[in-house]
Structure formats: C-alpha cells, structure tokens
C-alpha cells in the first residue's frame, strides 16, 4: 500500500514513537511504500535537523532514517497544484505528491490538511485512523 507521510507523522515517529513510530517501523518492514516529492525530502530534512537541536539524544537516529527514506522511497516529481486547496499553502506538496502518484492515502496529524481529505479522491486520515485500519490487523 503506497502513502505519502506528513512532515510531523515521520519525525514524531521516528523521534517519539507512539502510533507514528508504529507506521515507521511498518515501511521499515515493508508493510507500508511511502511516496515522496524533493520538495518532501527538504522538509523532513529541515524539521528533522530543528527537532534534533531539542532533543539530541534522540537525534542520532534521524540521519539513518533520511537516508533509508531517501533511497527506499519512491520519489515523484510533483509540480505545484493548479488550485489552492485548504488553508495553509505549505501542505499542498503532500497533496501533490499523493496526486502525481496516484497515491489515495495521505497521513498526517495537521488539522488543515485533514479538513481537505476527499480532495480529487485523495483520502487524508490521521496516523490513528490509519493505523487502526490498515496496520493494525496484520
């Protein structure tokens, strides 16, 4: 099943744990393909950088994990959308990640890009919600 991941369901997995760090550990297993933009790439780079100066006994694990992403990956050229969709601009890249793949499934915990889930069929659920009904089974 292909997904494309929020900035903060990668970086609260990887550096917390929790439902997050169990969608992780399912791509890690090869349960879960992510699908990625550069544009993607940058911010889990940029956010995992920022979180790590707060949290430096965690941060040693965050360079492995980008460059596992970075080469197991799919990475899609994704151009801007044509439209504005939701609220905060800076969520469209995994909207136009999910799209330009044909990717149905965005996960993530931002309230702004869950309120846009249906957008061209692109379905926007909540780690929780994700993980109770397609990991949690199996």
Same mark, same amino acid.
Request: charged share 15%; glycine share 16%; with cysteine.
């Given at each position: 099943m292909r997904v494309v991941l929020d900035t903060n369901v990668v970086v609260? #997995?990887? /550096? /917390? #744990? #929790? *439902?997050p760090g169990r969608i992780m550990a399912a791509w890690? $297993? +090869? !349960? *879960?393909s992510l699908v990625i933009s550069p544009d993607i790439l940058t911010e889990y780079q940029r956010v995992g950088v920022e979180l790590g100066i707060g949290y430096p006994d965690r941060a040693a694990a965050w360079d492995p994990v980008l460059a596992l992403i970075t080469m197991n990956a799919?990475? *899609?050229? $994704? &151009?801007p959308l044509p439209e504005r969709v939701g609220e905060d601009h800076d969520d469209e890249k995994f909207l136009a990640a999910a799209l330009a793949s044909r990717t149905r499934i965005v996960v993530s915990g931002d309230a702004d890009l869950l309120s846009v889930s249906g957008w !061209? #069929?692109? %379905?926007?659920?909540? &780690? %929780?919600? /994700?993980?109770?009904? !397609?990991? $949690? $089974? +199996?």
């Open positions: 609260s #997995g990887v /550096f /917390f #744990g #929790g *439902v890690s $297993a +090869g !349960h *879960v799919t990475i *899609v050229d $994704a &151009p !061209h #069929g692109i %379905r926007v659920c909540s &780690p %929780r919600q /994700f993980y109770d009904e !397609h990991l $949690a $089974a +199996g």
